[in-house]
C-alpha cells in the first residue's frame, strides 16, 4: 500500500501545502482508507468493538462503506498529493455528532455477531464514563490520520486547518477532539496549533483493555 502512493516526480521532502488538495471519500475508498482510519487508534477501535484487532479492522472496514454513522466515508474527507491519497480525516458539527453516534449503534447490529454484544455494552458503558459530550455549537474532530511515509511533513497540520476552516463555515465557536494519553504525537501537534486540554479522564478498564492511559480533550475557541 505505502509505495504506490508516492507521485512520480516528488520525494516526500519536497511535500508543500500547495500540493495538498482536499476531496469527499467515496465508498470505494475502503480498501486503503479504512485500515488508515484503523491505525490512528488500533486498540481504541479494538476496545469498542469488543473484538481483537484483525477483527476489529475488518469490522471498521465493513462500517466505511455503510452511510449516515460516525465510522462512515459519508464524513470522511481524504487529503491527496498530485492526485495520490496520503490521509484522512474524519470531523462533524456537534450536532451532526450526536445523530451520527446513534446510527452507529444500528450499523454496528447488523455487522457484530450477537455473542459480542454483552461485552460490547460493557465497553461502552464504560467508555461513556470518561468520554465528554459536544455541543451542538462545537465541531468536533473524530480522527485524522496520515501515511506513515508521509508524516512529518506539514499534511496533519494541513488536515486540521481544514478542519477549522470548516468549522467556520458552519459558524461552530469551538473545534475539539479526543487523543489517548499515550498518544503524543497528536498532543504534540494540538498544541502547536494552540489548543489546550480541556478535560482528562480514564477508568481502571480502559486503560487495561487499551494500555492507553485514558482520554484527552483539546480544545480551542474560534474567530468566527
Known amino acids: 500500500m505505502t509505495q504506490d502512493f508516492y507521485p512520480c516526480n516528488m520525494t ?3 511535500i508543500s501545502t500547495h500540493h495538498l488538495t482536499l476531496r469527499q471519500a467515496i465508498a470505494t475508498d475502503v480498501d486503503w482508507a479504512a485500515p488508515l482510519v484503523f491505525s490512528a487508534g488500533p486498540a481504541l477501535f ?16 465493513q462500517a466505511f462503506v455503510q452511510p449516515h454513522h460516525a465510522f462512515s466515508y459519508e464524513h470522511t474527507q481524504v487529503v491527496e498529493v498530485e492526485g495520490h491519497p496520503v490521509g484522512v480525516l474524519i470531523s462533524y458539527p456537534g450536532d451532526f455528532k450526536q445523530q451520527a453516534d446513534e446510527k452507529v449503534h444500528f450499523v454496528m447490529a447488523r455487522i457484530l455477531p450477537l455473542r459480542k454484544l454483552p ?3 460493557v465497553n461502552i458503558a464504560d467508555f461513556s464514563r470518561i468520554k465528554q459530550d459536544v455541543s451542538p455549537d462545537d465541531y468536533y474532530i473524530l480522527g485524522m490520520s496520515v501515511m506513515p511515509e508521509f508524516r512529518n511533513q506539514g499534511i496533519g497540520s494541513y488536515l486540521l486547518a481544514q478542519a477549522e476552516a470548516q468549522a ?20 504534540r501537534l494540538f498544541e ?15 486503560h487495561q483493555m487499551t494500555r492507553a492511559g485514558g482520554l484527552h480533550r483539546v480544545s480551542k475557541t474560534l474567530n468566527v
Open 12 to 14: 516526500t521532502s519536497q
Open 46 to 61: 479494538s476496545y469498542i468493538f469488543a473484538s481483537p484487532q484483525a477483527q476489529a479492522q475488518d469490522i471498521l472496514r
Open 119 to 121: 461485552k460490547i455494552l
Open 168 to 187: 467556520q463555515q458552519w459558524s461552530c465557536q469551538n473545534i475539539c477532539a479526543d487523543i489517548t494519553y499515550t498518544n503524543t504525537s497528536a498532543k
Open 192 to 206: 502547536r496549533h494552540h489548543y489546550a486540554i480541556t478535560c482528562s479522564k480514564s477508568t481502571d478498564r480502559f
